[in-house]
């Protein structure tokens, strides 16, 4: 198996305590959507390491349901009836960039039997940048298309980045 120095590096700061972290926790609908998210500072971007349970299932092997993840805005998981976590405001995006170039639009998280795990590397932000706003896992797939945020349907859990 291929493996440099660099990917062991980056591979090894996961052993460490994160820089930030998010406490997910989804809403009544998902109450059993619960996980973290930790953010590790590399001086090669962001290490994102997301773990989720309570993930909505699939109905069989061609329907392995595919879930939107972003980082947002404002660090609130407040919200009203209809969209329980309205005040995250929208995708953390600085630059004004087209979507799927937001500085918080990550990769999707890929449902097993409800759980996710995702790790990827990520230079559009540094974890200073988004201490204090919100991360979120949508019910469905982001398109990586539709302006502005993807299509990727509700909001089903949210945590603030706290240091």
Request: aromatic residues 8%; hydrophobic residues 35%; glycine residues 14%.
């Amino acid at each position: 198996m291929y493996q440099n120095n660099t990917s062991r590096r980056l591979l090894s700061i996961l052993r460490r305590r994160p820089d930030a972290w998010a406490g997910l926790r989804g809403t009544e609908e998902h109450v059993g959507a619960v996980g973290i998210v930790r953010f590790y500072q590399t001086p090669y971007g962001v290490l994102v390491c997301a773990e989720v349970a309570g993930l909505p299932r699939g109905d069989g092997d061609c329907d392995a349901p595919i879930f939107g993840f972003h980082v947002h805005e404002v660090g609130d998981c407040g919200g009203n009836e209809e969209d329980p976590f309205a005040n995250v405001g929208g995708h953390y995006n600085p630059h004004g960039c087209r979507h799927p170039y937001h500085a918080g639009d990550l990769p999707p998280l890929f449902g097993a039997d409800g759980y996710a795990i995702s790790v990827c590397l990520t230079d559009r932000f540094a974890v200073d940048e988004i201490v204090g706003r919100s991360v979120i896992v949508h019910a469905m797939s982001d398109d990586f298309t539709t302006q502005p945020s993807g299509m990727s349907g509700k909001k089903i859990a949210c945590g603030v980045i706290r240091a």
